[in-house]
């Protein structure tokens, strides 16, 4: 059996900190971080609810990130 592979270490940044940016410049900031995945969400989108490994979420009202959060 092969053994379960070790993921990497996810970036040292707070989720809370993209709050208020506006929607590009926080996935710019995000992706230059180290973050591998960045999604884009709107209020309410019906997600699923795997945790992904070393993914960004944002919730963007109006253009600007209103909620962040890993996974």
Do not use: H
């Amino acid at each position: 059996m092969a053994p379960i592979p070790t993921p990497p270490a996810e970036p040292q940044d707070s989720p809370e900190s993209y709050v208020g940016l506006e929607a590009n410049s926080a996935e710019r900031r995000a992706r230059e971080r180290g973050w591998s995945s960045v999604r884009s969400l709107p209020p309410g989108a019906i997600i699923t609810m795997e945790y992904r490994f070393g993914r960004l979420n944002f919730e963007v009202t109006d253009g600007r990130v209103t909620r962040c959060w890993k996974g």
